[in-house]
């Protein structure tokens, strides 16, 4: 529990904060709409649905406000620059976007659900109390006013049903919608469709403009009402309700008036209103970036189906571990897909490499594979931090990448070389890990040269022992076992050709992390992956397990590429 903290201690609070948040605004409302004078006959009709619907209404605004923010990538690199000097611990909340923008959406799930049965449960009553014929205080109260805009019961007429009101009325039909539109991103967003089918995913996650819009046209009736305050002076509901049978009749002793009844103020759009002009301002940004003028300098086929694109573009700026989103007019106006970048800040060109998986990859590497007369148009949105950032934060990182997952550290790694050759005296890190996980000989092609030249570059500068790098093949086959204990005794490995020889199977990582803290015993290790969430979970457990609480101890502080 103790390690745990170690990691997690700031991510708890703001879940705690988040939550709590919630329970306020859910209580404080619930309470008002139960007790409230102003509601007294509203609750006459409703009971205490009339509380839950407010009450989860108030936290499905709450959670609405906040559900943008994680998604604005530029406020989200703004955010993480100014925190630059901040610590560690404040800059990695922000590498957690994507979480708890799902948390945010399952909170709004939550409250959606409650708020429609509520609802249900309101217009059956309403309904009820509309038929009703034994001139009870909730039938009187149906029939007050309904030649003019003070009643309470929103169902005027006997053959009136829910059905009738949910698919003819404002809040009805904007409900509906908003709920379909909520199914279909949710639906969408399984791990499963986002990864297969990304354009389903992509297309309906757009569907947020017309959640968005039903959530504020969807109270702007007024169908849920009280008692106005003009009529609260008239009318006290608790000295009144006994004597309904009374109102407005002069001979009445009590003299009590009808009650006048207001719709609640709509006020979705006071909590909306800020996110969405910001978010706005995030796509206008987008979108003018994009229609920057990009240069396909060079174009790579690598082995496993990997394309490499280097391109130029005036004013990109970018640190290491950064990514871009990328569009191809030619294949889709409107599909961006995240590509970390490859290339270092001291390079001239920024690239990319770009591994098949989904329909829009092959299409794309199918477009440059055609060696069509003209180079398609590449669009460029970015670029955008990660957490990849922070690596020469640490005076030690684990660098773990699992297939193309290598990307963000390739950038890093040639980050160093050009380090090293101009001999950097502001480098902070003094030990770097490197571990690169693949499942077929080829894919270690994409960035051996690389490798080849850091191992070249760090004998010649007198810094061998700066990075230590491990390579694990786990598609392998026992003839290719024996003829690599076969060549054990040559200086260079079989499989790739480097000096550091390329280990079968997958890495004992209780070993690694323990050989590394015997190694490092008062230095903080950053952990970074690129890599599959199983891979992450095991790396996760395995900083718990070595982290000390004593700050004079070794901590391993864990890092996940997001996207």
């Known amino acids: 529990m103790g390690n745990w903290v170690v990691n997690h201690w700031f991510s708890a609070l703001v879940i705690a ?24 006959y509203t609750r006459q009709l409703l009971w205490s649905a009339l509380a839950w619907a407010r009450a989860s209404a108030k936290c499905l605004n709450f959670n609405s406000l906040l559900i943008l923010l994680p998604v604005c990538r530029n406020l989200l690199s703004f955010l993480r620059g100014t925190c630059s000097c901040c610590r560690r611990t404040m800059r990695k909340q922000l590498d957690h976007n994507l979480t708890f923008h799902k948390l945010v959406a399952y909170m709004i799930i939550l409250h959606t659900a409650i708020h429609i049965i509520a609802h249900l449960c309101n217009f059956e009553w309403y309904n009820d109390a509309q038929q009703a014929t034994d001139k009870s205080l909730a039938s009187v109260l149906s029939e007050l006013h309904l030649d003019d805009q003070l009643w309470l019961n929103p169902i005027h007429s006997n053959t009136t049903t829910p059905l009738h009101v949910a698919f003819t009325t404002i809040p009805g039909l904007t409900g509906v919608i908003i709920t379909l539109a909520l199914i279909l991103m949710v639906t969408s967003s399984v791990e499963f469709i986002r990864r297969s089918y990304f354009e389903v995913f992509w297309y309906t996650h757009h569907l947020f403009i017309v959640y968005f819009a039903g959530l504020v046209i969807h109270g702007i009736v007024g169908i849920v ?102 569009n191809c007019p030619s294949i889709s106006h409107w599909e961006w897909h995240p590509f970390t970048l490859t290339s270092a800040p001291e390079e001239e060109d920024f690239s990319v490499h770009i591994r098949a998986a989904g329909d829009w990859t092959e299409a794309l590497i199918d477009t440059f594979e055609q060696q069509m007369p003209k180079i398609p148009r590449i669009k460029v949105d970015g670029p955008f931090g990660t957490a990849s ?131 490092h015993p008062k230095s903080v290790v950053g952990v970074f ?30 890092n996940k590429e997001n996207f």
Request: hydrophobic share 40%.
């Open 17 to 40: 904060v988040w939550l709590g948040l919630n329970l306020f605004l859910f209580v404080t409302f619930f309470l008002t709409f139960d007790q409230d004078e102003k509601y007294y």
């Open 225 to 326: 009402r009280g008692q106005t305050a003009d009529s609260l002076k008239d009318h006290n509901p608790k000295e009144c309700a006994p004597y309904y049978t009374e109102w407005d009749q002069e001979s009445s002793h009590h003299h009590c008036k009808k009650p006048e009844f207001e719709g609640i103020p709509s006020e979705s759009w006071k909590w909306v209103l800020a996110p969405l002009i910001l978010y706005a301002f995030e796509r206008v940004l987008r979108f003018w970036r994009s229609c920057q003028e990009v240069a396909v300098t060079k174009v790579v086929k690598h082995p496993s189906k990997v394309l490499e694109l280097q391109m130029r573009m005036k004013g990109f700026s970018m640190e290491v571990g950064q990514y871009v989103f990328l």
């Open 529 to 558: 992956l690129c890599g599959p969430g199983p891979l992450a979970k095991s790396l996760q457990r395995c900083c718990h397990q070595h982290s000390s609480l004593d700050p004079r101890k070794v901590q391993f502080y864990f």
């Open 389 to 519: 950032e922070d690596v020469f934060q640490y005076e030690v990182a684990m660098l773990v990448g699992a297939g193309i997952g290598v990307t963000p550290f390739a950038s890093v790694l040639k980050s160093i070389w050009y380090k090293l050759q101009c001999a950097d005296q502001k480098l902070k890190t003094k030990k770097i890990y490197f571990y690169w996980i693949c499942r077929d000989t080829g894919s270690f092609g994409w960035f051996k040269n690389l490798l080849a030249s850091l191992e070249q570059e760090m004998e010649s500068s007198g810094k061998a022992g700066f990075l230590s790098y491990h390579l694990f093949l786990t598609g392998w086959s026992g003839s290719m076992v024996g003829h690599a204990a076969l060549n054990v005794d040559k200086a260079t490995d079989v499989v790739t050709g480097l000096r550091q020889k390329t280990s079968f199977g997958r890495p004992m990582w209780s070993n690694e992390f323990s050989a590394v803290a015997a190694a």
